[in-house]
């Protein structure tokens, strides 16, 4: 049985220029429609301060024992998800069906980027209605009667949906240090401070006070099997987790950075961003009156009745929308990129050809999910749409599932001294207190919120 070490193996992809280029472009994945989209809405319908609370000890728990396991798998494997899996296995001399779990990570990663394109449409079409003047003084129900409109119409979304798809492989396709690495350094930044203006002006609104205790204080009569379920897929989605998007992007990543420290302030930052979304959310809610509970179209509906109020309100729309924007494309070229390398490793493809290609299949799939807004609308399984089904089946079943196995292999199957190694805790409390994480809390918790989900279970 030999070993490797993540010096010994080389990405063919290249590596990020720095460690700092690493955390932006990995924070880059994890902030996203996942945080001011998908965290408000999920807390909205899971009644707001006990989801939080929830879904903080989530991530501390979970999320960010699971992202160091994902990155140190990714670094010394150093290959695409399912090669990757396939090589430390057999280094460790254990079974190649290991590369299955990559593979999940890679219709994952289809399935999640089908329709977080379809949304992303929708806010490019919230840029063209700022920058037209289309959203200025209007009144609430003029806004929800565009963003009806937009709904209803499914050659529109195509469109949007397909520009947004083009975008993301534009940026694949230029590969590691000049499409991803660049296009997540300057933006991400702005977005944060944007974020704050913004939360400074929910502050000065009616509903703040109501906003903050609605996001902030738990009431724990609402804790339920299915809020759990939703807590965690809402951890695993917005940390990217569980499908190997973390993973490639560690597969870039320099043999001495260390792995803790970055999981960290990813986790960190994705959090806070989160939360002030929710900050920023709610007050508007209650000031205009909106039901927190609306679902998907919750940030749709608030945010511009907010702009067409306040001060430089459009100026501030426009920047806004641009940033969420790049936020999302960010996060999507890492839904692709698992996909892309796998193409070029295993199918010889060039990064320009895998891009296009990975990109088609996405497109395709998202289709479904634009319909499942109009012609589709009344076609549902399990009580959910197409759109809704795809949605919950990736984020509160295969990430969470993909990030168990994750963390049961480093835990349990790879052998402590590799693990160790590409760690370097030292070998004292922090060192054990990972282990316990990773071998006992992580995974028993995550099997504990599905059987309890299941009712089987507290
Ligand atoms: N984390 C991203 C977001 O919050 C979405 C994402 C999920 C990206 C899974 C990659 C992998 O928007």
Same mark, same amino acid.
């Given at each position: 049985?030999?070993?490797?070490?993540?010096? $010994?193996?080389?990405?063919?992809?290249?590596?990020?220029?720095? #460690?700092?280029?690493?955390?932006?472009?990995?924070?880059?994945?994890?902030?996203?429609?996942?945080?001011?989209?998908?965290?408000?809405?999920?807390?909205?319908?899971?009644?707001?301060? =006990?989801?939080?609370?929830?879904?903080?000890?989530?991530?501390?728990?979970?999320?960010?024992?699971?992202?160091?396991?994902?990155?140190?798998?990714?670094? #010394?494997?150093?290959?695409?998800?399912?090669? *990757?899996?396939?090589?430390?296995?057999?280094?460790?001399?254990?079974?190649?069906?290991?590369?299955? @779990?990559?593979?999940?990570?890679?219709?994952?990663?289809?399935?999640?980027?089908?329709?977080?394109?379809?949304?992303?449409?929708?806010?490019?079409?919230?840029?063209?209605?700022?920058?037209?003047?289309?959203?200025?003084?209007?009144?609430?129900?003029?806004?929800?009667?565009?963003?009806?409109?937009?709904? =209803?119409?499914?050659? #529109?979304?195509?469109?949007?949906?397909?520009?947004?798809?083009?975008?993301?492989?534009?940026?694949?396709?230029?590969?590691?240090?000049?499409?991803?690495?660049?296009?997540?350094?300057?933006?991400?930044?702005?977005?944060?401070?944007?974020?704050?203006?913004?939360?400074?002006?929910?502050?000065? *609104?009616?509903?703040?006070?109501?906003?903050?205790?609605?996001?902030?204080?738990?009431?724990?009569?609402?804790?339920?099997?299915?809020?759990?379920? %939703?807590?965690?897929?809402?951890?695993?989605?917005?940390?990217?987790?569980?499908?190997?998007?973390?993973?490639?992007?560690?597969?870039?990543?320099?043999? $001495?950075?260390?792995?803790?420290?970055?999981?960290?302030?990813?986790? %960190?930052?994705?959090?806070?961003?989160?939360?002030?979304?929710?900050?920023?959310?709610?007050?508007?809610?209650? *000031?205009?009156?909106?039901?927190?509970? +609306?679902?998907?179209?919750?940030?749709?509906?608030?945010?511009?009745?907010?702009? %067409?109020?306040?001060?430089?309100?459009?100026?501030?729309?426009?920047?806004?929308?641009?940033?969420?924007?790049? +936020?999302?494309?960010?996060?999507?070229?890492?839904?692709?990129?698992?996909?892309?390398?796998?193409?070029?490793?295993?199918?010889?493809? $060039?990064?320009?050809?895998?891009?296009?290609?990975?990109?088609?299949?996405?497109?395709?799939?998202?289709?479904?999910?634009?319909?499942?807004?109009?012609?589709?609308?009344?076609?549902? @399984?399990?009580?959910?749409?197409?759109?809704?089904?795809?949605?919950?089946?990736?984020?509160?079943?295969?990430?969470?599932?993909?990030?168990?196995?994750?963390?049961?292999?480093?835990?349990?199957?790879?052998?402590?001294?590799?693990?160790?190694?590409?760690?370097?805790?030292?070998?004292?409390?922090?060192?054990?207190?990972?282990?316990?994480?990773?071998?006992?809390?992580?995974?028993?918790?995550?099997?504990?919120?599905?059987?309890? =989900?299941?009712?089987?279970?507290?």
């Amino acid at each position: 049985m030999m070993q490797k070490k993540s010096e $010994d193996r080389q990405s063919i992809h290249g590596q990020w220029s720095s #460690r700092w280029a690493f955390i932006m472009a990995a924070t880059g994945s994890a902030v996203g429609l996942g945080n001011i989209w998908r965290f408000p809405y999920i807390a909205g319908e899971s009644g707001g301060g =006990a989801f939080v609370l929830v879904y903080i000890a989530c991530v501390l728990l979970f999320g960010i024992p699971i992202m160091m396991c994902e990155i140190l798998l990714g670094r #010394r494997g150093r290959q695409n998800p399912t090669d *990757t899996m396939a090589s430390l296995a057999k280094d460790e001399g254990l079974s190649a069906n290991w590369h299955y @779990l990559g593979w999940m990570g890679i219709v994952a990663g289809f399935l999640i980027l089908s329709f977080y394109s379809v949304l992303a449409g929708w806010v490019l079409e919230y840029i063209w209605w700022t920058g037209s003047g289309r959203l200025s003084m209007v009144s609430g129900a003029e806004i929800d009667g565009l963003f009806e409109g937009l709904l =209803a119409s499914p050659l #529109r979304l195509l469109l949007l949906h397909t520009v947004f798809m083009l975008m993301t492989i534009a940026v694949t396709m230029r590969g590691v240090k000049y499409g991803l690495e660049r296009a997540t350094l300057a933006l991400m930044p702005c977005l944060f401070v944007l974020l704050l203006l913004m939360a400074a002006y929910a502050m000065t *609104t009616d509903g703040f006070a109501e906003g903050v205790r609605y996001l902030l204080y738990p009431e724990w009569q609402q804790i339920s099997g299915g809020m759990l379920v %939703a807590a965690l897929g809402q951890a695993f989605f917005s940390l990217s987790l569980g499908m190997g998007a973390i993973m490639i992007y560690g597969s870039y990543l320099s043999a $001495d950075t260390s792995v803790m420290k970055v999981a960290c302030s990813i986790a %960190a930052v994705d959090t806070l961003v989160a939360i002030v979304a929710g900050l920023v959310i709610f007050p508007l809610v209650f *000031t205009y009156q909106l039901e927190p509970s +609306a679902g998907p179209s919750l940030i749709f509906e608030t945010l511009p009745r907010a702009f %067409a109020v306040m001060p430089y309100g459009q100026v501030v729309a426009l920047m806004f929308f641009v940033l969420l924007l790049f +936020a999302a494309l960010s996060s999507a070229i890492s839904l692709l990129e698992p996909a892309v390398t796998w193409l070029i490793e295993r199918r010889g493809l $060039d990064r320009v050809v895998a891009s296009i290609v990975a990109g088609i299949v996405a497109w395709l799939l998202g289709i479904g999910s634009l319909l499942s807004f109009n012609v589709w609308q009344e076609y549902k @399984l399990f009580d959910k749409t197409y759109f809704e089904l795809v949605d919950y089946v990736t984020s509160n079943i295969i990430l969470p599932v993909g990030g168990l196995l994750i963390v049961v292999f480093t835990a349990w199957f790879m052998s402590k001294k590799s693990v160790a190694e590409e760690l370097q805790l030292g070998d004292g409390l922090l060192l054990r207190c990972w282990q316990l994480t990773v071998s006992y809390v992580a995974p028993i918790g995550v099997v504990a919120v599905f059987l309890h =989900a299941l009712g089987l279970f507290g």
